[in-house]
């Protein structure tokens, strides 16, 4: 077998069947297939996305219900309240929300936890703000599928909640009390339970504006331009308000690192198209002082996410959010804060970077590296890169300064799930949440001993190797697609 080592493109792991690959039509033919894609009519869909191919937005559970409860507290003046993670993905989220409903004239404010003093999702604290600023309607985007306590408490202050979220879901945990739950994993159908926070925002977007711009039209019919118009007066404003939602949906689908697959991949490719000539005036800016020329997923990833991820990890999350719903007068000053912050951002993630090597633990089958003195916004980028390095689950923590507790953030490689284990030693822990390969959780100093030696001993299954057959190129895999159309090289993550 062929050294995994020898497999990986940018540190990320190949897995390709074991037979031997002649020929570059070989090579397309199974990375298509270990995707799953042998029907020709799904593998046209993904070499050629077409918005046709986008999903009812209503074939997700309970949109009828979040869409008719939002109606009701836009006609009713209710005052709403967006709640939105701190993330590249959460932010986009919060973007998408607070934008589609100002053009349905609703009363809307937005809201986005501190990355280094919060935890993801909902508190009460945060409830209890909401109801002193006569808050009646609450939707969440990214986060709080797992905040039933919260949402509970919320309602006993008369406010509803609606939440949109991609997050994997605890029975235990989930809000019974909400309005509606909008949460792809609750997809029938297996790509879109893939998707971003920012792309089931969108979804929630589309099904909103266009029933209340139209409610006599049929789902189908509410897909957005360049699709033909369909019937009725508001066919053109239903998509001049849903088609720049495409470029910051694109954001937060290629930030958090899902699957290009389904409407992920329809997604992105439009709204990549469209970035070149973005009416977005805080995003143009942000592109033509990084110098980017040609906007692909790249140019999204390794430059764009990361300045608006700075804004939380070390500065003012709000700073981010205003480059898109802010006054454009002010865009100057943002990107230039924003740059500063994500110059730091790197310098920071170097220093944490040398000073957890010394803790490795050679042959460890999970990496838990400790400092009371990090930088809690960039545990994650530093996990990341350990993952990338060595190849195993990686938890790195540290004391948050705000109340004393254990923060961490954890990343996996592919074939483990960080947030089984985590549900595994939830005895351990005050909070937890996040997805197989990204998760977080709060806990006491006091267990820090007990959760190191229970991920080192008893929470990873097995060790990962790489299934492979010859060495690949990555010139052929490219010339492989080049007349296809192909973007992005995400998909080349496979299982």
Avoid at 454 to 472: M, T
Wanted: charged share 25%.
């Amino acid at each position: 077998m062929t050294d995994s080592k020898k497999l990986s493109f940018t540190n990320k792991l190949w897995k390709f069947r074991k037979e031997k690959i002649e020929t570059l039509e070989k090579l397309q033919e199974s990375i298509l297939s270990d995707l799953g894609l042998e029907n020709p009519a799904k593998i046209q869909q993904f070499i050629n996305p077409s918005l046709n191919d986008l999903r009812d937005p209503f074939a997700l559970k309970n949109m009828d219900k979040a869409v008719a409860r939002t109606i009701q507290a836009i006609k009713n003046g209710e005052r709403i309240m967006i709640a939105g993670d701190f993330d590249a993905d959460g932010i986009t989220s919060t973007v998408i929300l607070v934008s589609a409903l100002q053009e349905c004239g609703a009363e809307v404010s937005y809201f986005i936890p501190d990355r280094t003093n919060d935890s993801h999702g909902l508190q009460k604290k945060f409830m209890e703000n909401f109801a002193g600023k006569n808050v009646k309607l609450v939707i969440t985007c990214d986060c709080a599928t797992n905040d039933a306590e919260e949402i509970s408490y919320g309602k006993s202050l008369g406010i509803d909640t609606i939440v949109t979220d991609h997050h994997q879901m605890d029975p235990a945990r989930f809000p019974q009390d909400a309005v509606a739950v909008v949460n792809c994993q609750t997809s029938d159908n297996l790509d879109e339970r893939n998707l971003s926070g920012s792309a089931v925002a969108f979804k929630f977007a589309t099904a909103l504006v266009s029933t209340f711009f139209d409610q006599k039209k049929t789902p189908k019919a509410l897909t957005p331009s360049p699709l033909p118009e369909g019937e009725g007066d508001n066919s053109k404003k239903i998509s001049e308000i849903i088609d720049p939602l495409l470029e910051i949906a694109t954001i937060g689908i290629i930030s958090d690192c899902v699957k290009l697959v389904g409407d992920n991949r329809i997604i992105a490719k439009y709204g990549l198209a469209k970035m070149s000539r973005t009416s977005w005036n805080g995003l143009k800016i942000l592109l033509e002082r990084l110098k980017i020329n040609k906007v692909d997923e790249q140019a999204i990833g390794f430059f764009v996410a990361p300045h608006l991820n700075a804004a939380s990890r070390l500065g003012d999350v709000m700073i981010a959010v205003q480059l898109f719903l802010g006054n454009p007068a002010k865009n100057e000053e943002r990107v230039a804060y924003l740059m500063d912050l994500n110059r730091e951002r790197r310098v920071q993630t170097d220093l944490m970077i040398k000073s957890a090597e010394k803790q490795i633990q050679t042959g460890a089958a999970c990496q838990f590296f400790f400092a009371e003195n990090w930088e809690q916004g960039i545990l994650g980028l530093a996990a990341s890169h350990f993952v990338e390095k060595l190849n195993v689950p990686i938890v790195m923590g540290t004391i948050r300064q705000i109340d004393g507790m254990l923060s961490a953030s954890c990343r996996a490689p592919e074939g483990y799930s960080m947030i089984d284990g985590l549900a595994n030693s939830a005895k351990f822990l005050e909070s937890f949440g996040g997805h197989a390969g990204a998760a977080g959780f709060i806990a006491k100093p006091k267990n820090l001993e007990k959760i190191r030696e229970y991920y080192g001993l008893e929470s990873i299954a097995e060790l990962f190797e790489a299934v492979g057959s010859e060495k690949i190129d990555l010139k052929d895999v490219k010339l492989a697609f080049e007349n296809q159309k192909v973007i992005g090289y995400a998909f080349f993550v496979l299982e």
